[in-house]
């Protein structure tokens, strides 16, 4: 039975992304979508010109949500209605026996070891730098230096400099301004005296620009710009963090209209999407 909605195009264009590597079929797809409603009240003679360059990378999100239907070779592949699979096979499923026993359910106790210790007196930077360590912050200097010779630029970044650089993230945290240059700018409902006093704004704009902690070069895992930074901290989770009986799960969600394959498909909602586990 056929549902009456249509298709969107970016349930398309994540259909067409995850189709299994093993079906060759190197055919010319073409996606048509149709275009977004016109608001009558705004009216303009402006013509497009060539700065409005967009790609299926980078398309904004009324477009995203309009239907859409693919077609390959003349012939219709994603018709505008979503069909639900049918109830019935091919083949007969075998059918699965089971041998029920009415008994109590086993119990296993699990000793879990006392988390109580020195560790638990520590201060919060000191967790932090449990983290954050001297190995972290060796790679991030590195591998940002490393990219910024490859753009023929200085690679004069310290260690000092990037334990500021970071530091500067998390007050931007919790003193937020719509843009990073507003907390070296002289007014005084924006200027951020901590900020601005312990690095330039080109600093810091220079180490901003040129972050890495990944050469890029392994194009077959997904998470190639940041993996060396999650197994060292992995690493450190495992090292740091006891384990216990009861743990919370929690998750947040990142705004990301891009198409990356790391993206969890979630209906209308164009976003990272993480697990945290505490």
């Not at 902690?213 to 998470?223: C, E, F, I, S």
């Not at 940041?226 to 929690?250: A, C, G, I, Q």
Request: proline share 6%; net charge negative; glycine share 4%.
């Amino acid at each position: 039975m056929a549902n009456d909605r249509p298709l969107a195009a970016h349930e398309i264009l994540d259909a067409l992304e995850n189709v299994s590597d093993n079906e060759e079929d190197y055919r010319e797809r073409l996606i048509c979508i149709l275009p977004p409603p016109i608001d009558p009240d705004c009216l303009t003679d402006e013509d497009s010109g060539e700065e409005d360059n967009v790609t299926l990378n980078n398309l904004p999100r009324n477009i995203l949500l309009q239907p859409a239907e693919v077609m390959i070779q003349g012939q219709i592949m994603v018709s505008d209605t979503e069909e639900e699979p049918s109830d019935s096979t091919g083949r007969t499923k075998r059918r699965r026996t089971y041998a029920w026993r009415k008994r109590d359910l086993a119990k296993n106790p699990v000793n879990w070891p006392d988390v109580q210790g020195a560790c638990q007196d520590k201060r919060p930077i000191e967790w932090f730098e449990n983290f954050l360590d001297e190995d972290v912050i060796s790679l991030l200097v590195s591998e940002s230096n490393k990219y910024a010779v490859k753009k023929n630029l200085p690679g004069d970044i310290t260690t000092e400099d990037m334990k500021c650089f970071i530091g500067i993230l998390l007050v931007s945290g919790y003193s937020w301004l719509p843009r990073r240059r507003m907390y070296w700018e002289n007014s005084p409902d924006t200027k951020n005296e901590l900020i601005s006093s312990a690095m330039t704004r080109d600093r810091f704009d220079f180490i901003f620009r040129h972050l890495h902690v990944d050469d890029n070069l392994d194009l077959q895992d997904k998470y190639t710009k940041v993996r060396p930074l999650v197994t060292l901290l992995n690493k450190k989770f495992l090292e740091f963090s006891p384990l216990e009986e009861h743990y919370s799960v929690d998750e947040a969600m990142i705004p990301y209209y891009g198409r990356h394959g790391c993206k969890q498909h979630i209906k209308e909602n164009f976003s990272f999407r993480l697990i945290w586990v505490n």
